[in-house]
């Protein structure tokens, strides 16, 4: 099974609060009472058969969620792919399957195929095809559509379209499954400087694009607080309380991470510091209160810095930050 690192735009740029008439599917239930459901990215050491069932034995331990995220097309595989894969082991391995499409390439903002009608067509029937086969309790749509904003305003306005007129046929075909898009928090707040290379500028927030989802059942979002806050220390008190005088929609974190290493140069981190994050995170979203919150490696991924070292757990085993998400309501 092929899996897509998650948040590529990030790499290379260089859950939810239950309101009116808004239930968990399922029945769904925090393993801590009161608390947040938690969860973890499909991320293992490697894809061989021993590493892949210790993934899902600590998946387990680090909340209800796995969530798997690749190219929207994947959703038409409904024998061997990726979503199909995730959707069926979720009995079986005891967690609640979340399933995330993209389209784009974060970095760039081009389109992974074009929007024209023949695509839109099968984007549409693939994911009508896979919720009526596995009934998924979440379905997102787009992984940090403020990032194609930035690059293609027009190509956003399509997938604004396209949105709409999935949600509708997702949701006839499984009224049960929860239909949400995923942004990026830190330039959604117009912070762009740090390892983004630009300058912060709040004046370049881009709130008012989640006015475009109405139908959405809630909003996602991605936060990396590391490429902009050297340390845990200086994430301001309202950093997530905001996002409650801004959206009056339940809202989820779909990839959360701090990396662990002394790298890169002017941004040192390490596991103590990454463990402080952990438990500054479920600090300053006390107030918001978002019902999930999914970390984005369980593993150390081979990839570029600072991602490569956002795992709870490395080559030598877990991480201070194991323990802190474990701990975290």
């Not at 604004?160 to 999935?166: S, Y």
């Not at 990839?303 to 956002?310: A, D, E, G, H, L």
Request: glycine share 10%.
């Amino acid at each position: 099974m092929k899996r897509l690192i998650l948040s590529l735009g990030l790499i290379l740029a260089g859950g939810l609060v239950l309101g009116a008439g808004c239930e968990r599917p399922g029945g769904i239930t925090s393993s801590t009472p009161g608390g947040i459901l938690k969860g973890v990215t499909l991320t293992p050491r490697s894809f061989e058969a021993a590493d892949f069932n210790d993934f899902f034995d600590k998946a387990k331990q680090a909340g209800e969620i796995v969530s798997w995220s690749g190219d929207w097309n994947e959703l038409s595989n409904l024998s061997g792919g990726g979503p199909t894969v995730t959707a069926g082991l979720a009995k079986t391995k005891g967690y609640v399957p979340m399933i995330i499409a993209q389209f784009f390439t974060q970095s760039s903002g081009k389109l992974l195929r074009p929007l024209n009608e023949e695509n839109k067509k099968n984007y549409k029937s693939g994911a009508v095809a896979f919720v009526q086969k596995n009934k998924p309790p979440y379905l997102g749509l787009g992984i940090e559509v403020n990032m194609l904003y930035e690059k293609s305003p027009a190509d956003f306005e399509a997938f604004v379209r396209l949105f709409d007129e999935v949600y509708d046929a997702v949701k006839a075909a499984s009224p049960g499954t929860k239909v949400f898009t995923v942004f990026q928090l830190e330039r959604m707040k117009g912070l762009l400087g740090g390892l983004f290379g630009g300058k912060n500028d709040p004046s370049k927030s881009n709130w008012e694009l989640v006015d475009k989802f109405p139908k959405a059942d809630f909003l996602a979002f991605t936060t990396y607080p590391g490429l902009i806050y050297k340390s845990p220390a200086e994430i301001p008190a309202d950093y997530y309380s905001e996002i409650k005088s801004r959206i009056n929609k339940p809202i989820v974190f779909t990839e959360i991470g701090w990396h662990s290493v002394a790298a890169p140069v002017g941004w040192e981190s390490s596991g103590a510091e990454q463990a402080e994050f952990v438990r500054r995170f479920f600090e300053l979203t006390k107030e918001l209160k978002p019902e999930m919150a999914v970390w984005s490696f369980l593993y150390d991924q081979e990839t570029i810095q600072p991602f490569n070292s956002m795992g709870l757990f490395d080559a030598a085993g877990p991480k201070p930050a194991w323990d802190a998400w474990l701990a975290g309501k």
